[in-house]
DNA sequence: CTACTCTGGATAGTACAGGTATCCAACACT
DNA sequence: AGTGTTGGATACCTGTACTATCCAGAGTAG
């Protein structure tokens, strides 16, 4: 297929096509001749990956080029693509950021005692923590605790879901989840929420 | 306090400080006179949470402008301030959108029988789900039943612990918490992809 | 073979967000 | 009286993500 045939079939306009190629989010097609080249499936789905990391991940493009990056370059271990696919996700935290992280710290300990203490992850909790402190929703240890046992469960069942035996798919897929199913996440918090509200207020309505 | 006490007090630059009053998302001082203007700890406490949405949540100054309106001036249903908090959370949704939404109904009725079909959340819920779905990661029945679980058990806990009696206060802390809590949510729940994963990889090493 | 279309590649321009910097005249403190 | 701060206005700057043009060579239809 020619470029002509991506815009196409992704919907996304000629002059991003050729943006996304010159900055390296989409790889060149197969060149034939000085003048042509061709796509191929693969280019499509690199589109649409970029889009949905854009537009539902809330992604900028440099992070999402270090993302493709990782799933067309995975590192040999798995975690290790993870941890670098969960660092390259917002929000940022500085380079030489390290610990202690004392409100993220209490909490990482009611998830499990498997954490690296100087993941990005933990970064990042401290940071979230200590936002909620400084507008006075400050987390309690009865809240940390309930948080934990439900997020572990969840993150048990994903990682049951993982597929194994080839390297590579693992580590797209894990990748790919983490990012995407945040979004789908958040969402349905947020329907939780109105949920739960909207039954309490029925059910003093009726009475 | 004067301006320069603001400054000093919250580390918020003093262009950046005046921008803010420029923009509507910091509210003027009591003048006294016409070349000064007492500021007071709201003030504080407002530059405080205009930080954490814009740098914690990611909020685009506009949708954090949107948020502390509905503190400023709550609508007299609860739900409905909850409802337009969350509308101006991302991912932004088209003012005309409107269903069906084939994917988030299903997942909806995992979570309660209360939810408003018409609401933000489910248009945001669909467009989650439709992106994971391109990229060839759609949500299984399985794996919505469970999220829908956790995810409503942590809102009632949510619900439970709103302050009742003052209004005011309670549409704050719900919209704040709404906000503030996604980003502890997603960090939390990677450092449980991180335990769960490496401790099936050290119970693997062990055998 | 000619006319038209499409292509890759380069370059420039646009739109918006979110500041940052400067200038000024009117006060306030010392 | 002199110095410093303030509110207010305006201009400027940086980064992100495109969007638009232009060009010359190649393919393609008649």
Chains 1, 2 share one sequence.
Do not use: C, W
Not at 55 to 78: H, K
Not at 88 to 93: E, F, I, K, R, S
Not at 107 to 124: F, H, K, L, N, Y
Not at 139 to 151: F, G, K
């Amino acid at each position: 297929m020619r470029i002509s045939g991506l815009v196409e079939r992704t919907g996304v306009p000629l002059a991003t096509v050729k943006y996304y190629l010159r900055e390296g989010l989409l790889p060149p097609g197969r060149a034939v001749g000085a003048k042509l080249s061709l796509y191929g499936e693969e280019h499509v789905r690199r589109l649409a990956l970029i889009r949905a990391l854009r537009d539902t991940a809330n992604l900028p493009l440099a992070r999402v080029r270090t993302i493709v990056a990782l799933i067309d370059e995975p590192a040999d271990d798995l975690l290790e693509s993870l941890g670098r696919a969960v660092a390259a996700l917002p929000p940022a935290v500085a380079d030489d950021r390290q610990g202690p992280y004392p409100r993220a710290e209490g909490v990482a300990r009611e998830i499990g005692p498997a954490i690296d203490p100087g993941s990005t992850a933990m970064a990042q909790l401290e940071d979230a923590l200590a936002a909620a402190e400084s507008v006075g929703l400050g987390i309690s240890a009865e809240r940390a605790r309930l948080y934990a046992q439900h997020l572990r469960a969840m993150a048990e069942f994903d990682i049951a879901q993982v597929p194994t035996g080839d390297r590579g798919r693992a580590i797209e897929y894990s990748v790919l989840g983490t990012a995407i199913y945040e979004p789908v996440i958040a969402a349905m918090r947020r329907l939780a929420h109105q949920d739960v509200a909207r039954s309490a207020r029925d059910d003093a309505g009726d009475r």
